[in-house]
């Protein structure tokens, strides 16, 4: 069997000497470990970076199997960040994000978003606000998703400016004041779609998702949230 797909890399394990098992998000085939010959060599080291886009094709026997990949070069976004220490920890937070979702189960769109943030890691000004929308977009598309286009209490559209932590549900700013200091701030850029919003809003939007990314995916399985996290928090906060 054989299949050919996009693919951001996500890391590898080395295998044998020379070999590695690596780890990519394809955009048809989802979530794929297979080995790559040679992958700890000089040719394909600078190519096999966290964060690169490739085209990976993989060959193996039967479907289930673990298969090999050979991989070439489209985009080499690890290179274009490397001293960029801010760029660095968006990249580990995608990825933590993207080794979140489950292996084998295609997800075009969010691949297409994770492409959209790499591509604009270089612009601080646009990559954290797309962070924020992807991480949305990942909690709805495992069916943990958050209900902010009615108000929980008053059933209301409008003035919707907290979330239940406990609900994932929107609050309006009439219905949640009693109990402001308990709930998160919904940033209104989550619901008018692009722009470039400021950063205290940036923050609080990756401080909604966060918790929920935590509560609802990462606690459940044992895990801990990437410290890159809370350094992209603070960038924010002295911003």
Do not use: Y
């Amino acid at each position: 069997m054989q299949w050919s797909d996009d693919a951001i890399f996500l890391g590898a394990r080395p295998h044998g000497e020379t070999s590695i098992i690596a780890e990519v998000l394809t955009r048809h085939h989802g979530r794929r470990r297979a080995l790559v010959r040679g992958g700890r060599g000089k040719r394909l080291r600078p190519v096999l970076q966290t964060g690169n886009l490739l085209r990976v094709t993989w060959r193996g026997r039967l479907e289930e199997q673990l298969g090999s990949f050979t991989v070439e070069p489209l985009r080499l976004h690890a290179g274009r960040i490397i001293g960029d220490s801010l760029a660095l920890a968006g990249l580990a937070v995608l990825v933590a994000d993207l080794h979140l979702l489950p292996e084998r189960d295609a997800q075009p769109a969010l691949h297409d978003g994770a492409m959209l943030i790499l591509d604009n890691l270089e612009d601080t000004e646009i990559w954290p606000a797309l962070l924020a929308r992807f991480e949305l977009q990942l909690l709805s598309d495992l069916g943990f998703g958050l209900d902010l286009c009615r108000c929980a209490v008053t059933g209301e559209t409008e003035d919707l400016v907290w979330v239940s932590p406990k609900t994932g549900r929107a609050v309006s700013a009439e219905a949640g004041a009693p109990w402001a200091d308990r709930l998160l701030p919904l940033p209104a850029f989550l619901m008018k779609g692009d722009g470039a919003p400021p950063h205290d809003e940036v923050r609080a939007a990756l401080e909604l998702t966060g918790h929920f990314i935590f509560r609802r995916l990462v606690e459940p399985a044992g895990g801990r949230m990437p410290i890159e996290r809370q350094w992209i928090l603070d960038a924010l906060s002295s911003a």
